[in-house]
């Protein structure tokens, strides 16, 4: 749980927001599919020094430039939490489970 401060008090964002975050935000890009059901396949947390890692394990289309499409979901997570949360992402890290042959 991240808790920032302000000049009139405090908020606290879980989690679970930042993992919805990067959910949506994996979504929204063609030709990766979720490793495992629901948003289970994006793991969030803050580590001693409240450096914030995102952990993926998600399947890509096969025939796709991996490399490309990795730095694109890095990409648009870390814009994404950044913009929402003023938090930024110190670690994303993609494990790629295999590949699907979906049209």
Not at 19 to 35: E, F, K, M, T
Not at 67 to 96: A, H, P, R, S, W
Request: some cysteine; proline content about 1%.
């Amino acid at each position: 749980m991240e808790v920032i401060q302000n000049e009139i008090g405090s908020y606290t964002i879980s989690e679970k927001a930042f993992q919805d975050i990067a959910a949506i935000c994996v979504s929204g890009i063609n030709n990766v599919y979720p490793a495992k059901k629901d948003k289970d396949f994006v793991t969030c947390k803050f580590g001693k020094n409240g450096d914030l890692t995102i952990d993926l394990s998600i399947r890509v289309k096969q025939g796709v430039d991996i490399v490309k499409l990795c730095k694109k979901i890095q990409d648009e997570i870390n814009e994404n939490i950044l913009l929402m949360t003023g938090v930024e992402c110190k670690k994303i890290n993609i494990d790629i489970q295999g590949f699907e042959t979906k049209k």
